[in-house]
Nanobody, 124 residues
Framework: QVQLVESGGGLVQAGGSLRLSCAASGRPLRSYTMGWFRQTPGKEREFVAA?????YYADSIKGRFTISRDNAKSTVYLQMNSLNPEDTAVYYCAAAESLMAGSMPSLSSRYDYWGQGTQVTVSS
């Protein structure tokens, strides 16, 4: 069993930056794919970024967001730069019990564990 706890969300002005953290407990993360998804009211959960065999990004955030992981600390990060109001959402951390590649990391159904989410609000 893996427990995931996100932190780092908040309110930021357009053009600003935030760094989200996801601390995992229960299992070493070395062999897990770690992902970030986001969701706004009335919409499906949307893939943002993942770190499996490689790093994977949604087109909407490519070049602005960076995912990284520190296996020693069992923590994954999402550095978000050049934020805009369309990035406003609840951001969720997820873990899958295998290292995924290709299109698999973008599929929320492939993940086994989820955090509770952290709100990111970008004001214009």
């Amino acid at each position: 069993q893996v427990q995931l706890v996100e932190s780092g969300g908040g309110l930021v002005q357009a053009g600003g930056s935030l760094r989200l953290s996801c601390a995992a407990s229960g299992r070493p993360l070395r062999s897990y794919t770690m992902g970030w998804f986001r969701q706004t009211p009335g919409k499906e959960r949307e893939f943002v970024a993942a770190h499996g065999w490689a790093t994977y990004y949604a087109d909407s955030i490519k070049g602005r967001f960076t995912i990284s992981r520190d296996n020693a600390k069992s923590t994954v990060y999402l550095q978000m730069n050049s934020l805009n109001p369309e990035d406003t959402a609840v951001y969720y951390c997820a873990a899958a019990e295998s290292l995924m590649a290709g299109s698999m990391p973008s599929l929320s159904s492939r993940y086994d564990y989820w955090g509770q989410g952290t709100q990111v609000t970008v004001s214009s």
